[in-house]
T-cell receptor, first 112, second 114 residues
């Protein structure tokens, strides 16, 4: 039931791009993306709803492919502040509203 | 907007005692709050869903008599870890759901049971 995130970890140089994927074997209603820095709580990035939408702000965007039950998070021209662990939280169609099941996370390290 | 606070930030307690953690939504009303625990370098595990004015819904494997949840108002939910043991040591995080879908997390409470 837990969504699968890939890659598990990625190291970037400042200015490089990255893609983080989140896949589910069950039909998704929504996908929520968070970034967590060490010792801190997760920070909400964005939510994507069923319907195959795309969203973005600044240099972080995401897409939701309903057919593939997959969401991807795109980080462009990465900054040092992007470092952290990225989690996707999935809400399943027909499931309890608001209950998120989180993936294991993708650790992103941006080096100068 | 959408700020969630937790208190305390960290607590150290002796085995056998009880600890209460508060979660407040500061600038919005949250009909639903969620409690998670997170072990080092692991993902967030949903423990229970807390709805204002009703009993909490616990996830499978979470002991409701050990982790008491009370959602007293639209801005406050509390988690009480009763008769804490060292294996209960963890990072406990709450989240509050705005309308219609977004969830915002509190800063977390690090519990250490000695």
């Amino acid at each position: 039931q837990q969504p699968v995130q890939s890659p598990q970890a990625v190291i970037l140089r400042e200015g490089e791009d990255a893609v983080i994927n989140c896949s589910s074997s069950k039909a998704l209603y929504s996908v929520h993306w968070y970034r967590q820095k060490h010792g801190e709580a997760p920070v909400f990035l964005m939510i994507l709803l069923k319907g195959g939408e795309q969203k973005g702000h600044e240099k972080i965007s995401a897409s939701f492919n309903e057919k593939k039950q997959q969401s991807s998070l795109y980080l462009t021209a990465s900054q040092l502040s992007y470092s952290g662990t990225y989690f996707c939280g999935t809400e399943y169609s027909g499931g309890s509203q608001g209950n998120l099941i989180f993936g294991k996370g993708t650790k992103l390290s941006v080096k100068p | 907007g959408a700020v969630v606070s937790q208190h305390p930030s960290w607590v150290i307690c002796k085995s056998g005692t009880s600890v209460k953690i508060e979660c407040r939504s500061l600038d919005f009303q949250a009909t639903t709050m969620f409690w998670y625990r997170q072990f080092p370098k692991q993902s967030l595990m949903l423990m229970a869903t807390s709805n204002e004015g009703s009993k909490a819904t616990y996830e499978q494997g979470v002991e409701k008599d050990k982790f008491l949840i009370n959602h007293a108002s639209l801005t406050l939910s509390t988690l009480t870890v009763t008769s804490a043991h060292p294996e209960d040591s963890s990072f406990y995080i709450c989240s509050a759901r705005t309308d219609p879908y977004e969830q915002y997390f509190g800063p977390g409470t690090r519990l250490t049971v000695t």
